[in-house]
């Protein structure tokens, strides 16, 4: 979420950059996330879908500015997600703009589940969420010419010492073609 200096600053500094890939580091998750089924959906109001016309402000900004390969760099949730940004997230036709790689906690919340209670409501409910993981970790982002993979890192558990590193998922997002596809 940005104020309106943020705003202006990163809307400006899109329309003058000759960047390949366009990273946005920050805070929380950016993506629409619908926590239900239901209509209307229940969303988090501590993510960017509390701040929807800001979010509708950045990515209309980034089309102006003719951005490709948008990665969105995001936490604070203690789980995993990858996400494709829709230009309307309630079209799953609609333009995908970008991309969005949520990185979980290293060691809060206990060991976490490979796929938590919430797993199938969340997956059912948000068709441009590729990958959803409640395992402590991390995830590395590499970022080439041609290419940028996302290897989600997890471990089984926390609790005690000695767990061993597993990649959890791996995606990658072609230069000039938006959207995760599975390494």
Do not use: C
């Amino acid at each position: 979420m940005t104020g309106a200096t943020q705003e202006r600053w990163l809307l400006d500094g899109w329309r003058s950059s000759r960047a390949l890939w366009n990273v946005v580091p920050q805070q929380v998750m950016f993506a629409r996330r619908h926590m239900d089924a239901t209509t209307p959906s229940r969303v988090s109001m501590d993510a960017w879908d509390g701040y929807s016309a800001s979010r509708r402000r950045v990515l209309d900004g980034a089309k102006a500015a003719g951005v490709e390969n948008l990665m969105v760099l995001s936490g604070d949730v203690h789980s995993a997600y990858a996400f494709d940004i829709k230009d309307d997230f309630a079209d799953q036709s609609s333009a995908t703009l970008g991309t969005e790689i949520v990185a979980t906690s290293i060691s809060s919340g206990r060991d976490g589940a490979d796929k938590p209670a919430t797993w199938d409501t969340y997956m059912g409910a948000n068709p441009h969420l590729k990958f959803f993981n409640g395992r402590r970790g991390y995830v590395t982002v590499a970022l080439g010419q041609e290419s940028a993979r996302a290897d989600f890192k997890t471990v089984p558990y926390v609790t005690r010492q000695g767990a061993p590193v597993t990649t959890a998922a791996s995606f990658v997002t072609q230069v000039g073609e938006q959207g995760l596809k599975p390494a």
